[in-house]
């Protein structure tokens, strides 16, 4: 399908989007606060979210508001109660550098983790085994929870975040050996770093809300038109929705025309990557037929 930009009338769709609520495609990045329902100091924390790219001041977040983010974050939902993960405090900035590229005051390591429930059901004479994908699903479930609860945690105090998977790029044995990672039933699965911007971000991301994203009673598929409105809301600078800067002065029409080509397709490699090798490793992966 061949679509035609044109700015009037995708600034008409956009507003229209607005005006039909349900129908929303986008929330613009400009909105603090929902734009209708109910607003108090937790919605508020939560529509204030933003990421720092790496940015921060030399500022440190105090080591009484890091205990604080870490006692909401283990207040996540969590299957059973299990709180299968742990998480790893690194205050040291060249560590941090290491595992992720980046540097900020305090990093928070979160890491999918069955030794504590294993090495317990070991000392009373038990069996736990969690060595296969369910287990390894059910653990990532309850760790990432933990992990955004402690963002929206940080952000009510002030302080910003960024989540980082940049420890599963390069040779990840380095995490096991900077961090004296347990070799079985632990992975790491983000990484959180608190700080300070050293400079206010010009702008905050804004997010796809309505068809596509949320589905009312049955799943819907797009349709082509409505796929054409996407990618027409991911051009349009006032929703910044997109991760690349100029993509048009790239030669593409559309910023789904540099995510697909470039973006996507970067670091795709045939056969087992490093990731799915260290998940075996890690025990998580369950082959048997």
């Known amino acids: 399908m061949r679509i035609v930009a044109k700015t009037a009338s995708r600034r008409r769709f956009i507003r229209r989007g607005m005006e039909l609520g349900g129908g929303l495609l986008a929330v613009p990045a400009l909105a603090q606060t929902p734009d209708a329902g109910p607003v108090n100091d937790t919605l508020r924390t939560i529509h204030s979210l933003r990421t720092i790219h790496g940015d921060f001041s030399d500022k440190q977040v105090p080591d009484r508001e890091v205990k604080a983010i870490l006692g909401a974050s283990i207040r996540a939902a969590s299957a059973s109660n299990m709180q299968s993960y742990s998480i790893i405090v690194v205050r040291d900035a060249a560590t941090m550098q290491k595992l992720t590229g980046y540097r900020g005051s305090c990093l928070l390591l979160y890491c999918a983790d069955y030794n504590r429930t294993i090495d317990t059901a070991k000392l009373m004479g038990y069996e736990f085994h969690a060595d296969n994908m369910e287990a390894f699903i059910t653990a990532s479930t309850n760790t990432m929870l933990a992990a955004q609860t402690a963002v929206i945690a940080a952000r009510s105090l002030g302080i910003d975040s960024l989540l980082t998977n940049g420890i599963h790029r390069g040779d990840m044995e380095r995490i096991w050996t900077l961090l004296d990672l347990p070799q079985t039933a632990c992975y790491p699965l983000i990484a959180l770093i608190l700080g300070y911007p050293r400079t206010e971000p010009d702008h905050k991301k804004g997010r796809l809300s309505g068809p596509g994203v949320i589905h009312n009673e049955k799943y819907h598929r797009l349709s082509q038109e409505e796929l054409g409105k996407i990618i027409l809301l991911c051009d349009d600078k006032a929703m910044q929705l997109n991760q690349s800067e100029g993509f048009e ?20 490699t045939t056969g087992e990557t490093p990731m799915f090798k260290r998940l075996k490793k890690s025990g998580f992966v369950d082959l048997a037929g």
């Open 249 to 268: 002065k790239k030669g593409y029409k559309h910023y789904l025309d540099w995510f697909y080509k470039e973006w996507a397709g970067r670091g795709r």
